[in-house]
């Protein structure tokens, strides 16, 4: 799995750079075999994902050791902290990177076997508390090699991002992925635009929010131009800010598709020109189709590969749930191939799955989080479209004797702080249909539709 470390930048001091701190690859090591000895033998653990040295330490003790980690979003509250916790059966484990273990500390048998469990992921779904997405390294693997494929990425390449260390895009591409193709990494911290500017990469990934930041600031963008890729996922680009930042960095910036469930499955190509509104053709070993209504030619995004999930961790109903009975699995997103076979996303089937700052977040767990305060009577969350963060949530309750800023603060200390709602919309009550279920759309104006 951990190609690099025996790569080109063997030597360097500064292989990894996580947030201002630099460290090699023996002593990362070091520090991950430290890591390894304490867990071994465990069923899984949890550690508190900061943008950190000592994150990247956990996920590579992690696999050393064939110990599946779980990464805590490190602004989690109780109630989501508790859950990933209880859920995942996973003790959390501090790590001090200034601790090492030789070798020897961790023997071959121990390390993670292809088609071991080696990362547990927490994302939402619709309704209820979020799910454990599990991954062997054989769908890690795979994944970045046919990443690696699509972008030509190599040994060659300063990868640069800024990205939260607790999902797919920021820790599996972002961290194991320059591990595997053995590129440095320099981690901003957090995904500004001076810190993009500044870092001197080849190769950047961010979400869309964080390159229109980077489009509204030209002097940001321009500093870009030496790059040789710039990828963009987790939500739609907006053709406006794929037009900005082509005209201002010389790079129309290269757009992929991934779910936590299915690592990153359509991709453009590095050698080939991006087209804005499109997301490229499937990766190496995915095949994609569109169940799509006889007449009409889009659909729901079902696919296969060797990249999906393991399932979700303890729900095989809710695994077998997002398979077709065929044997495909279902994105919930809608699609169109077009006659070159580039992939367009066009939508999501359930209004209840938002994306906001390229986070996924379930409208019930947010709803349930609402319900939770003693005021609250009624809610309904929706995500309403945001210029800078693709979709904002709306929060729309029945509540009496509270007000918008106390609502938001309750969401952002007992979920995750991006979980809250960015606006509380005050109503007598919800429109419901016969079965007394919430009408959401109904809510919003035309527009916000
Ligand atoms: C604000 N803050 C609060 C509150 N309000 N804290 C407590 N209570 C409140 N009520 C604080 C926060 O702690 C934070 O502080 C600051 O305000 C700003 O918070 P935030 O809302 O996070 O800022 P933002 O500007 O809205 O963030 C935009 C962002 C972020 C940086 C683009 O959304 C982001 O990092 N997105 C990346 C998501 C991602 O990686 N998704 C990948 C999943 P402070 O600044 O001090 O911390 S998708 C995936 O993995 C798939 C496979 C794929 O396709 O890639
Ligand atoms: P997550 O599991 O957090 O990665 O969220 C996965 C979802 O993000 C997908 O189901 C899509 O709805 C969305 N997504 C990821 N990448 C893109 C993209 N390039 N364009 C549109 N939506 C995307």
């Keep these: 799995m951990l190609k690099a470390l025996h790569g080109i930048h063997g030597d360097r001091a500064d292989a990894i750079t996580i947030a201002g701190r630099s460290t090699s690859y023996e002593d990362l090591l070091g520090a991950a075999r430290a890591v390894a000895a304490d867990v071994a033998g465990a069923p899984a653990f949890a550690v508190t994902a900061t943008a950190s040295l000592e994150t990247v330490a956990a996920v590579v003790g992690g696999l050393l050791a064939?110990?599946?980690?779980?990464?805590?979003?490190p602004d989690a509250g109780p109630a989501e902290r508790d859950h990933i916790l209880r859920d995942s059966g996973a003790a959390l484990v501090e790590v001090d990177f200034a601790r090492r273990a030789a070798a020897s500390a961790v023997t071959g048998p121990g390390a993670a076997g292809?088609?071991?469990?080696?990362?547990?992921?927490?994302?939402?779904?619709?309704?209820g508390a979020p799910k454990g997405v599990v991954h062997t390294t054989t769908a890690l693997a795979a994944g970045l090699d046919a990443l690696a494929d699509a972008w030509q990425w190599s040994a060659e390449d300063t990868l640069v991002h800024g990205?939260?260390?607790?999902?797919?895009?920021?820790?599996?591409?972002?961290?194991?992925g320059a591990l595997r193709t053995g590129s440095r990494l320099v981690h901003t911290?957090?995904?500004?635009?001076?810190?993009?500017?500044?870092?001197?990469?080849?190769?950047?990934?961010?979400?869309?929010?964080?390159?229109?930041?980077?489009?509204a600031e030209p002097a940001a963008a321009e500093a870009l131009a030496g790059a040789r890729l710039l990828v963009s996922g987790s939500a739609p680009l907006p053709t406006p800010v794929f037009r900005t930042l082509s005209r201002l960095t010389g790079h129309a910036p290269l757009e992929r598709y991934g779910m936590t469930e299915t690592l990153i499955t359509l991709?453009?190509?590095?050698?080939?020109?991006?087209?804005?509104?499109?997301?490229?053709?499937?990766?190496?070993g995915v095949r994609t189709r569109i169940a799509a209504e006889p007449g009409a030619d889009i659909g729901e995004l079902q696919l296969t590969g060797p990249t999906l999930f393991s399932g979700y961790l303890g729900r095989p109903e809710a695994t077998a749930a997002s398979y077709t009975e065929d044997g495909w699995f279902r994105t919930g997103d809608i699609a169109a191939i077009d006659a070159d076979g580039l992939h367009r996303i066009v939508?999501?089937?359930?209004?209840?799955?938002?994306?906001?700052?390229?986070?996924?977040?379930?409208?019930?767990?947010?709803?349930?989080a609402l319900l939770d305060h003693p005021a609250v009577t009624e809610a309904a969350v929706v995500g309403v479209p945001d210029t800078d963060l693709g979709q904002r949530i709306v929060a729309f309750v029945v509540a009496e004797g509270v007000g918008a800023t106390e609502l938001t603060d309750f969401v952002a200390a007992h979920l995750s702080v991006h979980k809250r709602p960015r606006e509380v919309r005050f109503v007598a009550s919800l429109p419901r249909n016969a079965m007394g279920k919430p009408q959401k759309r109904l809510l919003l104006s035309p527009e916000e539709r």
């Design 66 to 73: 064939g110990v599946p980690v779980v990464p805590l979003p």
């Design 114 to 127: 292809p088609d071991d469990p080696a990362m547990i992921l927490y994302t939402s779904g619709t309704t």
């Design 163 to 176: 990205l939260p260390l607790f999902h797919v895009h920021g820790l599996v591409l972002g961290v194991l």
């Design 189 to 215: 911290g957090r995904p500004t635009p001076a810190a993009y500017a500044a870092a001197g990469g080849s190769l950047y990934f961010g979400v869309p929010t964080v390159w229109s930041r980077i489009a």
């Design 267 to 284: 991709s453009a190509r590095a050698d080939a020109v991006p087209r804005p509104g499109t997301v490229g053709t499937p990766v190496a």
């Design 347 to 368: 939508g999501r089937a359930s209004i209840d799955m938002i994306k906001s700052g390229g986070y996924r977040i379930g409208a019930g767990e947010v709803e349930n």
